[in-house]
């Protein structure tokens, strides 16, 4: 029989706000541990959260950003269990009316296109973290993490393949990241994901029991979690048997998924409406507001950039695979003038560059400018792209202008027809015996003339015009 | 000069003629502690050596013309859930027996900024379980008129410190009547705020939607001192409500001539005490006399209450009291190798069992597949509640009732009876429910002797008009000034 994968994912999302939910402690990445704590995000007795209103912001961005609507007012709820990363032995979520419902995003993974839709987003508090000694044995508990704002998103179960599951995570995660409320390095754990997956015989309408993934913590886990698990669902029932709804943890090393314990996985998590906070009023003034500061998203991007700058789909996509980036490109482009040079440009030097110094493209060392000049000065023929690329070269090194190294190397192309016509001339007189292969039909030799001229030109003759001169005089008129 | 049984504005009076000083009314509070204490048993923790530090910093402001206000040099005692730095904080539980907060709650550094001395921190039931302050770990405190009886709880030390003389004022909490039931039972004035109206920050909460601080005095002017340096909004609890805050004290001595005071039928069930009805019904007759119009109202949910309320209020302890796990702070037990050993050793050690009662009760009643049944049906039996009381004031100013179903009990009388025990609530629950103000004053006594109290309820922030109501029916009451014999 053909099954058919049923896929849905939820994503927990670190915010990048300043300081934590409901308190004023530092979000910052890497403190000695339970340095970023006071009596608030300790749980201690009689303190009070205080909701911090950039989060709702975030979130907001978020929903704006992924087509949900917005629930003018949602609601805190508690999420109770015991553990010692959770210091209220409550986690503060919102369970009943979330920010944000009814979305979806569009994914580009073939030629129809895939719509996900999305169930929901909504905002809750971050746990701490275990640091297990397993030596001693002694357990450490670290809450600078406890009270970090999340979003969680949830998609409809409408993913049928690893590969539109890795996608939608992509996508998410390219959103997340263009609009700035999330850092979305899954390694710190600031971008995470769940997966639900079941099977069902191809053409079935009722979905397969379903067993929840967790424990996967980079895109490519993700799909490899998920092919794993489709392989074992399928064994399973093609052996007559039947999928037990369960947790199960991604074993990275093994490359296979376990089920968790039953112990750590039997939760009656008693929600309710938490009292100690007012609901979340959004209204449409403020949505507006927000609305209003997003930024263009890589999807419309990527549009544009084909339209605009009729460059190919795949310089698109390089292109717009973070905001500095396609920030970058377009100044480039604009500046010179030459879309798709400055393209191959920023792809292929600029990006190489950046991957190989491993620098962040904040902290490129050519302006947009500098390099948009330096296009411009190989298109009206001032050196030559080959020149160019040592120019490029300094560039990157002392950050100099394109104009200066030009200057300071004496490296301006020599444009003069008169001047390169009497090298040329020069170089035939000298070279009668490859005049003759040419003439008699070997036009390899081609390359050795312009090869001896750039020779006697130290490199500086303009090229085209060579070979335009070349042409002319070996051809005998 | 005995100054442990004059009011707060009558000491205010004596500072600022510079009549006496306050590290003289301080040391002879605590004298007054020192002789009275071991029968009554009103504190868990003193904090003699700060507060007389603070009554000679408040000598001093007086003496340089600086005093804060009318609290300045006053003795004051607060319920032992209000964090205090430098002082342990138990909430009556062997699980904080020696935690000392980092912090001071809202209303204990609006108290010191207003230059209170803070005597200590008084008895209560534990986490303010229980009406009788029987459950506190730390030993039960007996009412100052009958020490064979119970001075009413949670807030029973704070209650028994003002009648004992104690202290010129206190602080308790109010989550189901636990400032009213034990005013009325140590023939004190206690007054229960809107929900809202006082910060919670630092009160350790036992069920956050039903909590709220307020003052037990020896008057109603007292209580209104308080309320007005108490109130107000709190950056750190989003529950507190940003409007200003009136001088409640210029609500005393106006007249409530022409006002109609609401009589609910429902509060006058089978079972209450005649000698309670017969306190109402004088307080009923005082009202008329001061040319207010009592009418019969209706509050058709009240029956609801008890009920709602011992639903909700365990549901949101038994959440609240999650994070006593032993893991970062307080009573921990020891020697433990697994989590879970952990987690049940030491809430099985540290809680009491009518903590651990309403745990279960509150965790059952949140429980998938019972949640509906009981905490939503709860919530909604709030609604109809509130609309009861709205209903109410639309016609009426205040409402009048009786605090309680019977004056105070026997210590040991309803310790095995849960039911019983809860009932005593019965009157005072509702306003936490619907979240409106409360005050509870003295209506005279028993045959044997014994207090009774008189309720009146206002409508949201009422607070003016609870205290000119209470204010003029507790100077048409009085006829004798009766001290308990201790």
Redesign the interface.
């Known amino acids: 029989m053909e099954y058919e994968p049923v896929i849905g994912l939820e994503v927990h999302a670190q915010l990048k706000t300043n300081t934590k939910i409901f308190c004023g402690c530092s979000t910052a990445f890497g403190a000695p541990p339970n340095t970023h704590t006071c ?1 608030v995000c ?10 911090n209103r950039t989060v709702v912001e975030y979130a907001v961005k978020m929903a704006l950003a992924t087509h949900c609507t917005i629930n003018h007012v949602s609601e805190w709820a ?1 999420k ?1 269990y ?1 553990y ?1 990363d959770l ?4 986690q503060i979520s919102q369970y009943d009316r979330p920010l944000a419902e009814r979305g979806y995003v569009d994914l580009d993974i073939n030629e129809e296109g895939k719509r996900v839709n999305i169930t929901r987003i909504h905002m809750e508090e971050d746990a701490g973290k275990l640091i297990h000694d397993e030596s001693a044995p002694v357990s450490y ?1 670290d809450l600078n993490r406890a009270g970090v704002p999340l979003i969680e998103i949830v998609s409809e179960p409408d993913m049928r393949s690893p590969e539109e599951g890795a996608a939608y995570l992509r996508r998410l995660h390219e959103i997340l990241v263009y609009l700035e409320i999330c850092d979305g390095n899954m390694e710190e754990g600031n971008f995470r994901c769940d997966a639900n997956v079941s099977l069902r015989p191809k053409g079935e309408p009722a979905f397969g029991t379903r067993t929840e993934l967790k424990n996967m913590n980079s895109f490519r886990n993700v799909q490899r979690a998920l092919e794993y698990e489709i392989r074992r669902q399928q064994y399973v029932l093609e052996s007559g048997g039947t999928v037990i709804q369960e947790t199960r943890l991604w074993d990275d090393a093994r490359g296979t998924t376990l089920p968790m314990r039953g112990k750590e996985e039997a939760h ?1 998590y ?3 409406p938490d ?4 609901p979340v009023t959004v209204a449409d003034e403020w949505i507006d507001e927000i609305r209003r500061t997003l930024p263009e998203l890589p999807r419309e991007k990527r549009e544009r950039f084909i339209r605009e700058y009729e460059i190919p789909a795949y310089d698109a996509g390089v292109l717009t695979a973070s905001r500095a980036i396609a920030d970058y490109y377009e100044q480039v482009a604009t500046r010179c003038g030459k879309p798709k040079a400055a393209s191959n440009w920023v792809m292929g030097d600029i990006l190489g560059h950046i991957k190989e110094d491993k620098v962040e493209m904040e902290d490129c060392p050519i302006t947009a400018a500098d390099l948009g000049n330096l296009v411009r000065l190989i298109d009206d023929g001032t050196i030559s792209g080959k020149m160019a690329k040592d120019v490029f070269e300094e560039m990157w090194s002392s950050g100099e202008k394109p104009e200066t190294v030009i200057k300071k190397r004496g490296l301006v192309q020599i444009t003069d027809a008169g001047a390169l016509e009497a090298v040329v001339d020069e170089v035939i007189a000298a070279n009668p015996a490859q005049v003759e292969q040419f003439r008699g039909g070997k036009e390899k030799v081609f390359g050795f003339f312009v090869g001896q001229v750039m020779k006697k030109t130290k490199g500086q003759a303009s090229p085209g015009l060579v070979n335009e001169i070349l042409k002319r005089k070996l051809s005998g008129s | 000069m005995e100054s442990h049984y004059l009011t707060v504005h009558e000491l205010e009076e004596l500072l600022r003629a510079g009549e006496t000083t306050s590290l003289e009314i301080t040391e002879a509070m605590f004298r007054r502690i020192d002789a009275v204490e071991e029968r009554v048993h009103s504190y868990i923790n003193l904090m003699k050596e700060r507060a007389l530090e603070a009554a000679e910093a408040s000598d001093r402001r007086r003496r340089d013309d600086a005093a804060l206000g009318p609290l300045d040099g006053v003795p004051i005692a607060l319920k032992d859930l209000l964090c205090t730095t430098g002082t342990p904080t138990t909430c009556g539980s062997r699980f904080l027996e020696r935690f000392v907060p980092p912090y001071d709650a809202t209303a204990v550094a609006k108290l010191r900024a207003a230059g209170a001395v803070i005597l200590g921190k008084t008895n209560m039931d534990e986490f303010a379980m229980g009406s009788s302050t029987e459950t506190s770990y730390f030993g039960v405190t007996r009412n100052p008129w009958d020490l064979e009886r119970v001075p009413g709880g949670s807030s029973g030390g704070s209650a028994s410190a003002v009648a004992a003389g104690e202290c010129a004022a206190s602080l308790g909490s109010d989550t189901g009547g636990s400032i009213r039931q034990p005013a009325a039972f140590c023939g004190i004035v206690g007054l229960k705020p809107t929900y809202g109206r006082v910060s919670r920050y630092g009160l350790v909460a036992f069920a956050s939607s039903l909590d709220q601080i307020g003052p037990l005095a020896r008057d109603v002017e007292d209580c209104a001192i308080l309320l007005s340096v108490i109130a107000g909004h709190d950056e750190r609890d989003s529950t507190s409500f940003p409007a200003p805050v009136p001088d409640y004290r210029d609500c005393v001595g106006r007249s409530i001539k022409g006002w109609t005071v609401g009589i609910p039928r429902e509060y006058f069930i089978e079972g209450i005490d005649p000698a309670v009805t017969a306190a109402v019904d004088r307080a009923v007759s005082v009202m008329k006399d001061l040319g207010a119009e009592c009418r019969e109202i209706s509050l058709p949910h009240t029956r609801y209450g008890i009920a709602a309320y011992y639903v909700i209020a365990p549901a949101e302890a038994s959440s609240n009291l999650a994070r006593y796990d032993g893991i970062r702070y307080g009573f921990r037990s020891p020697g433990e190798r697994e989590l879970l050993d952990l987690y049940r050793n030491t809430r099985a050690a540290a809680f009491g069992s009518e903590v651990k009662r309403r745990i279960m009760i509150g965790t059952y009643a949140l429980s998938s597949g019972y949640y509906e049944a009981y905490y939503k049906k709860a919530s909604q039996i709030r609604t109809l509640m509130k609309r009861d009381f709205d209903k109410a004031f639309a016609s009426c100013d205040v409402i009048l009732a009786p605090t309680t179903p019977t004056p105070p009990f026997k210590l040991g009388e309803k310790t095995d009876d849960p039911l019983q025990m809860y009932l005593s609530d019965v009157f005072a629950a509702p306003a936490n429910l619907a979240g409106i103000p409360g005050i509870s004053l003295p209506c005279g006594f028993t045959a044997d002797g014994l207090p009774l109290g008189v309720q009146l309820l206002a409508g949201y922030f009422e607070e003016g008009k609870l205290i000119q109501a209470a204010a003029a029916l507790e100077k048409a009451l009085f006829t004798e000034q009766r001290r308990p014999a201790l």
């Open positions: 009596p300790l749980g201690m007795p009689g303190v009070l959260p205080v909701l508690r109770n015991f010692p210091p209220k032995g409550y508990v009656d008693r929600y309710f009292p100690d906070l007012v």
